[in-house]
């Protein structure tokens, strides 16, 4: 399982321009380690991965079931994840069908922190650490048990039914996915 200190550095590297850097510090030191665990209350840490073709200038989404909207593809940290990179690339690989995927950022290109509605059980807010991923739309998708379907879609062209903070927030998580991997080749060159 993830240690509080890994999650803690793992959202410390996340960029302070999302404005819930703070949400998260005062999760951490008011819930602890509890708060990585899906079971020890309504509001908890999950990961997540926008995973993205940056030659089509595509996105890969999933229609989440219990949502019945269109999101990135994640979810609860889970025992055997070790870090919520880790995490975020179990959920992308897991519901997305792609086992394939070119590059992983290393670093979450944002943090958020959203309300559930009630389909969701007794998960009430969850404060979401977002990854990103790239892949090719030559790459069939498949569909998991979470899921109603999951297909790529051009940034022009989302679909109407997108979770509603992901209509504003979309292109901007595009941006910082290219953005990150060209931090990734610069510092790996």
Known sequence: MIRLDTARAEVGAAPTATGFTRDFDHLFSTVGDAALRRDAGGEHVTASCLVID???????????RKADLWCQFGGHLEPE?????SAAHREATEESGLSNLSWFSPTPIDLHVHDLSASFGACERH???VFAAFASVNQAPTVSAESLAVKWFPLTSLPASLMPDLVVRLPKLYRAAVESRQVSDINRG
């Not at 940056?54 to 989440?64: A, G, I, K, M, W």
Request: glycine share 0%; net charge negative.
């Open 54 to 64: 940056p030659d089509t200038e595509s996105v890969l989404l999933n229609h989440h």
């Open 127 to 129: 404060f979401d650490v």
């Open 81 to 85: 994840d070790d870090s919520l990179c």
